[in-house]
């Protein structure tokens, strides 16, 4: 069975540094890119960017540069979502999801259950 | 970055309805378009891909269309469960931009 775990909910200060998890199993990690999607407390969802597991390439959506990095570990199949300095605006849930590498449709079929982060001072 | 545009962002109706929204994107997308239902306190659900095929385990009540710039999403027979967010996403050319959204509402 395929599975994105997420870890549980942050509570951090503006400024704190933060790494979020997202623990897959039930597949073959390599095969598909990570994404990370956000979505702010009564608001769509954003795209934040991709990691691509063979490789670790990365790629971020323009609004989120320079403010998130991804990265994995391939030796437990999980993917994160890190922050050095949270700001307020970053409260959000965010999501994992995977995506079939080089697939014709490309689309997420799979998704974590979230993970809600709220920077508060 | 390709921008998409959902209509309507919100509508009412009743269980067995014809439900269509509409996707336009700011550019040909080529049928790199996926459709996806979001409910609170869950996670988002693919619904459509690649325009037009129907996920594994999707009612076929749920149907896609469309082809350059346009797509629809119609839900043939509106089930009380079908209530929720439907947004759009491009696959054409990352940032793989999400639609704002359209909440069926009763």
């Known amino acids: 069975e395929v599975q994105l775990v997420q870890s549980g909910a942050e509570v951090k200060k503006p400024g704190e540094s933060l790494r979020i998890s997202c623990k897959t199993s039930?597949?073959?990690?390599?095969?598909?890119?990570i994404n990370w999607v956000r979505q702010v407390p009564g608001k769509g969802l954003e795209w934040v960017g991709r990691i691509d597991p063979t490789d670790s390439w990365t790629d971020n959506s323009p609004s989120f540069e320079g403010r998130v990095t991804f990265s994995i570990d391939k030796s437990i199949s999980t993917a994160y979502l890190h922050w050095t300095s949270l700001r307020a605006s970053d409260t959000a849930l965010y999501y994992c999801?995977?995506?079939?590498?080089?697939?014709?449709?490309?689309?997420?079929?799979?998704w974590g259950q979230g993970t809600l982060v709220t920077v508060s001072s | 970055d390709i921008q998409l545009t959902q209509s309507p962002s919100s509508l009412s109706a009743s269980v067995g309805d014809v439900v269509t929204i509409t996707c336009r994107a700011s550019?040909?997308?080529?049928?790199?378009l996926n459709w996806y239902q979001h409910k609170p306190g869950k996670s988002p659900r693919l619904l459509i891909f690649g325009a037009y095929g129907l996920y594994s385990g999707v009612p076929s009540r749920f149907s896609g269309s469309g082809s350059g710039a346009e797509y629809t999403l119609t839900i043939s027979s509106l089930q009380p469960e079908d209530f929720a967010t439907y947004y759009c996403?491009?696959?054409?050319?990352?940032?793989?931009?999400f639609g704002q959204g359209a909440k069926v509402e009763i």
């Open positions: 996403q491009q696959s054409f050319s990352a940032p793989w931009t």
């Open positions: 999801a995977r995506r079939l590498r080089g697939g014709a449709a490309p689309h997420d079929d799979y």
């Open positions: 039930g597949y073959t990690f390599r095969d598909y890119w």
């Open positions: 550019q040909n997308i080529g049928a790199n």
